[in-house]
Nanobody, 114 residues
Framework: QVQLVESGGGLVQAGDSLRLSCAASGCTISNYAMDWFRQAPGKEREFVATIVSGSVTVYADSVKGRFTISRDNAKNTVYLQMNSLKPEDTAVYYC????????WGQGTQVTVSS
């Protein structure tokens, strides 16, 4: 059974940084593209970033230049380094992967105060 467990969220001020982690079990993340999504209150879930085979990464325009996705295959963990956070980054952040079907983590709350 594949499980994705996010951690690292919290309450920060605008301009601060946070690093989110997504620990995977039941799969080997190096075999899959790994994604981060987020969902703000009253809004639809939106794509944030993905890391595909090797180190190819893709970002939403809204986070490009501020967020960095990476993975540690030895730890079977994906990270999202978030710098220069803005109040509009406030959301629940989800780790996800397509492993036969879409698998989601439970999410971690990020709140950025102005």
């Amino acid at each position: 059974q594949v499980q994705l467990v996010e951690s690292g969220g919290g309450l920060v001020q605008a301009g601060d940084s946070l690093r989110l982690s997504c620990a995977a079990s039941g799969c080997t993340i190096s075999n899959y593209a790994m994604d981060w999504f987020r969902q703000a209150p009253g809004k639809e879930r939106e794509f944030v970033a993905t890391i595909v085979s090797g180190s190819v990464t893709v970002y939403a325009d809204s986070v490009k230049g501020r967020f960095t996705i990476s993975r540690d295959n030895a730890k079977n963990t994906v990270y999202l380094q978030m710098n220069s956070l803005k109040p509009e980054d406030t959301a629940v952040y989800y780790c996800a992967a397509y492993i036969g079907q879409r698998v989601w983590g439970q999410g971690t709350q990020v709140t950025v105060s102005s």
